[in-house]
């Protein structure tokens, strides 16, 4: 083919990241997204973009998208507490339970992300609302309902498959279709995501005037977590939204409700119930599950889970990727990004950021080579393969560091090789 045009494998924030720096920059691009709308599954609760992935985010986007990005974070409150399920009382804070560990302010030397006087340190960010923000622009390339099946390298580039019968040629074809990706099982079948033995119910509480006087007054101020001894714990964290973001956005963005954003995780042995039934568990039963798993906690914790949004609650095993580099010889027509290569336990609060990271990265070898008016080699992606696991490593390492404070994390010898 004359020229690049990218075929990114799924529109989760990874996928849709590396879309807008692609758009940016004038490198043409078709997105293929499994779910049939934006709006047909939960997209998620709040995440902390910061560091190298709030760099690599403002890079991606354009300055008016830069702006509404900005105007529709949530305040930014600093701080910790820890506190006993059953007593209330106050516990020893175990250091920050979120953040980038040892890959926090490290940059790639060849990817010329520097830092920015307009990026802050970090940003609370909806899931959903960052979702949308990246969606704007991208009508035109994105195609939904698109289930990828698999791929062959052609003599021109690369032609892409999908379930529905259909099949399209690009380039460059960039898997960012997650934790259990199709494209990751085809270019390196022999890599395994292990199980870290926790599991986890993610949740929203809306924030009512009921809640705030009812639930822990030293809760509703940052992040907390709540330990009782079996151990189950609960992470959460308010979280409050600028008003009038449709106005600041021209109409582009929605407002969203203020809420209180939780996982309640433990051992997957104390859950009560066999792995697969827990892991089918609908939002309603899940958290009926947290209120039983929760019955001996202190009255001021129960309306958390008693006023949840039980619609939001979802199940989930926690994986990680080995903090080995892959043995992989990287080609100039299919590469991976974000959790479909490199997943990382939520402890670390780099899952997010290495996406974006590898977006940005990615975005930057590609206008070079653009601009040099060369195709893409092999040479090139073996550089965005080298640098992105640079990153990768130390930040899988640090999410393991940061689920031994919260879940009692034994190290990766003591996990097992699963199928996703």
Known sequence: MSSTHVLIIGGGIGGLALAQGLRKHKITFTIFERDP????????YRIRVAG???????????????????????AMEFGASSLNALDASNLPTPGPPGGFGKGSHRYRSGSDVTVSSKVKPAYTVDRTMLRALLLLGQDE?????????HYEITAEGIKAFFADGTSTEGSLL??????????????????????????????????????????????????????????????L????????????????????DNYVYWVFAGA????????????????????????KLTSKWHPTFKPLFDMQSEEQAAPLRLLSSKPHKPDFSPNSRVTLLGDAVHAMMPAGGSGANVALSDA?????LLVETK??????????????????????????????????????????????EVDV
């Open 37 to 44: 709308t934006p709006a047909s599954r939960a997209q998620g």
């Open 52 to 74: 190298i992935g709030a760099e690599a985010l403002y890079g991606c986007l354009d300055d008016k998208l830069w702006d509404f990005f900005e105007k529709s974070c949530a």
């Open 141 to 149: 390339n994105i195609k939904f309902g698109k289930s990828f099946t």
């Open 174 to 235: 960039v898997g960012a279709d997650g934790i259990s990706s199709p494209v990751r099982k085809q270019l390196l079948p022999h890599q395994r995501y292990v199980d870290v033995n926790t599991r986890a119910i993610f949740g929203k509480t809306p924030i009512t005037p009921e809640l705030e006087a009812s639930f822990a007054a030293e809760a509703m101020k940052h992040i907390t977590i709540i330990r009782d001894p079996t151990p189950f714990l609960a992470f």
């Open 237 to 256: 964290e308010p979280v409050r939204f600028q008003p009038n973001i449709p106005q600041a956005s021209n109409n582009r963005l929605p407002q969203m």
């Open 268 to 291: 997957t042995d104390d859950m009560g119930m066999s792995d697969e039934d827990f892991r089918h568990l609908s939002g309603k039963e899940a958290a009926a599950l947290t209120r």
């Open 360 to 364: 940005a990265l990615l975005v930057n």
């Open 371 to 416: 601009e040099k008016e060369e195709p893409v080699g092999k040479e090139v992606m073996t550089k965005f393969w080298d640098e992105m696991w640079e990153l990768a490593l130390p930040a899988i390492q640090a999410s393991a560091e940061g689920a031994s404070k919260l879940f009692g994390f034994e190290g990766f010898e003591s996990t097992k």
